[in-house]
Nanobody, 128 residues
Framework: QVQLVESGGGSVQAGGSLRLSCAAS????????MGWFRQPPGKEREGVAY????????NYADSVKGRFTISQDYAKTTVYLQMNGLKPEDTAMYYC?????????????????????WGQGTQVTVSS
């Protein structure tokens, strides 16, 4: 099973930028759907962005389209989330996750039940 370690969280002011990283163990990195989720305090975890490792197909939640970009360095088995134009409502714990690549193409990639590996999370705080 792939192992995931996130980094890059922090505190920024509204309008600022952050880049999150997710280092995945090499085993089983190929042919995965990799995703970023977030969980604000007291709320449910929600999907943010997804990428298929074999072809870099991407998909985004409507709330972050145009502001967030998911990408990968395949050789380093690392997935990134570039977050620009941050808003206070983006404040959350951000998690990296892995699933079968079919999940990325599905109509509901944000369904957490379909994801079988999770990182420990990294906190993002955006102040107004």
């Amino acid at each position: 099973q792939v192992q995931l370690v996130e980094s890059g969280g922090g505190s920024v002011q509204a309008g600022g930028s952050l880049r999150l990283s997710c280092a995945a163990s090499r085993y089983d990195y190929n042919n995965n759907c990799m995703g970023w989720f977030r969980q604000p305090p007291g709320k449910e975890r929600e999907g943010v962005a997804y990428i298929v490792t074999v072809n870099s197909f991407t998909n985004y939640a409507d709330s972050v389209k145009g502001r967030f970009t998911i990408s990968q360095d395949y050789a380093k088995t690392t997935v990134y989330l570039q977050m620009n134009g941050l808003k206070p409502e983006d404040t959350a714990m951000y998690y990296c996750a892995a699933a079968n690549r079919r999940v990325c193409y599905s109509g509901s990639p944000g369904n957490t039940e379909n994801w079988n590996a999770w990182g420990q999370g990294t906190q993002v705080t955006v102040s107004s």
